[in-house]
């Protein structure tokens, strides 16, 4: 049955947009048939994160399949990952699946010794027998600990989207984190998977500005973890953290709340939010980052020559829609139709979403028929989708972007500004080639 609910933003335009605010726009709540990847998705980013860790997923063999084919991984390498394949004989309660997934560890750690943490990701099948993963994390722990954290999280595809699978893990590796001492000083942690590359950037920026004390959550090794406490200020990279948010909060750790760090003015605003709550003058804010935003601007001008004016029409898919909305709209004067998020966190995007221009529809969740029609009559110069959606768009004369290769790729930051924009830009300029 599909039911449709449509309400109002909780957060009017008033004090925070300023004068010429428009009144809230409506949010159209749907429900029924959905085109998402499972959170299993998200191991293909978080095994490349934390360098000593193990994704040991407890599913079915199209789990495997999954993660096989979304990580593109050669059979002759060594990926941190793989899928304890539960059998007939475990799904029909003939084998006791503890027992056999206990010795499947026991194989894993004795071909890869060096894994400082496992994490055991449960899928569909294995909640549908209601095999206990954090029992049997427990257990594995104290059986093959203190050398070896073990850590479960579900990655399942009833009910959640694929960059969910980062928040559930990083909220279960938040167990792993010492509480802070009373007398630590003020430290800036900055959550959220981010390539190597990008996080050394901010880093730098961090430290031109005078914030030295500054962690990145996850680390890139599993004995790195921070100690978390009232002492810590939060900043998030990803929209779609709204567990790990919370769990940091009940640990004493205090939010900032920001645009997300795409674009240009994106990142300004994320990273100002930093430097307000660390006294960073603006003086000194403006020298570190005016370099490196007139090289973002720069990038972005002859990407906002294509694209200014083109009309963008945004399924649900990874949640970073509503960001990624802003910076098309704010930063490459696209015009937004629709903007469609698996979940609407107000907490962590409604100010993106108050940036958005009068008569965007903004939607939270999905029936993808309905959703289709509306695409299908506003033909949109371009459709972010995901794959399953891609190509018959494509046949009906629809350009597409994948929704997922925008969090495969580095688009944080300015220096990544222009990539992100081309993400965009390219569909376009494809389909104007191939129409000569
Ligand atoms: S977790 Fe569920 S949705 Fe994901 S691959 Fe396994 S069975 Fe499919």
């Known amino acids: 049955m599909t ?115 496992l994490f055991l990701v449960g899928s569909c099948p294995s909640e549908v027998i209601k095999l206990d993963l954090s029992r049997a994390a427990q257990r594995l722990s104290r059986r093959h600990g203190p050398g070896l954290s073990v850590l479960n999280y579900s990655g399942s595809g009833i009910e959640t989207t694929f960059t969910q699978g980062e928040d559930a893990c990083l909220a279960s590796l938040l167990e792993q984190a010492p509480p802070a001492p009373a007398a630590a000083g003020e430290q800036l942690l900055v959550v959220g998977v981010l390539p190597d590359i990008v996080e050394d950037q901010f880093r730098r920026l961090f430290t031109a500005m005078g914030i030295k004390d500054v962690a990145f959550f996850p680390p ?14 939060f900043l998030l990279t990803q929209p779609f953290l709204t567990e790990t948010s919370q769990r940091l909060e009940d640990m004493g750790a205090r939010p900032l709340r920001a645009p997300f760090p795409f674009g240009s003015q994106g990142t300004t ?27 973002a601007q720069r990038a972005l001008a002859p990407h906002r020559r294509a694209l200014e004016g083109k009309s963008i029409f945004f399924f649900p898919d990874s949640q970073l829609e509503p960001s990624l909305a802003r910076f098309a709209y704010e930063e490459l004067g696209m015009r937004p139709i ?21 008569g965007v529809t903004v939607s939270e969740g999905q029936d993808v028929d309905l959703q289709l029609d509306r695409c299908r009559a506003a033909r949109p110069d371009l459709t972010v989708c995901g794959l399953g959606l891609a190509n018959p768009l494509e046949a009906e004369g629809l350009a597409t972007k994948w929704s997922i ?32």
């Not at 159209?28 to 998705?41: D, M």
């Not at 925008?406 to 080639?433: E, M």
């Open 3 to 117: 039911s449709l609910d449509i309400s109002f933003r909780e957060r009017p335009r008033t004090e925070e947009a300023g004068a010429g605010s428009v009144a809230p726009a409506p949010v159209l709540r749907q429900r029924g048939q959905r085109e998402v990847f499972c959170g299993l998705t998200s191991i293909v980013w978080l095994h490349r994160k934390i360098q000593d860790a193990f994704f040991l997923v407890v599913g079915s063999r199209t789990c495997a399949h999954l993660i096989q084919s979304a990580a593109g991984v050669m059979v002759f390498a060594e990926p941190r990952f793989a899928t304890a394949i539960m059998e007939e004989r475990d799904l029909a309660g003939m084998a006791d699946a503890n027992d056999e997934l206990d010795r499947v560890v026991d194989e894993l750690l004795a071909r890869r010794p060096n894994i400082k943490m």
């Open 269 to 295: 605003d994320w990273l100002r939010a930093a430097a307000t709550a660390f006294g960073v003058d603006n003086a000194t804010f403006e020298a570190v980052v005016q370099p490196a935003q007139a090289r």
């Open 220 to 233: 890139r090794r599993a004995g790195e973890i921070p100690a978390i406490g009232p002492g810590m200020r």
């Open 405 to 436: 290769e925008l969090v495969f790729s580095p688009i944080h930051g300015f220096d990544q500004a222009g990539d992100l924009a081309n993400l965009f830009a390219r569909p376009l300029a494809r389909r104007a080639k191939l129409r000569f």
């Open 338 to 358: 629709e903007v469609g998020t698996p979940y609407l966190n107000r907490d962590l995007v409604g100010a993106e979403i108050d940036r958005l221009p009068a």
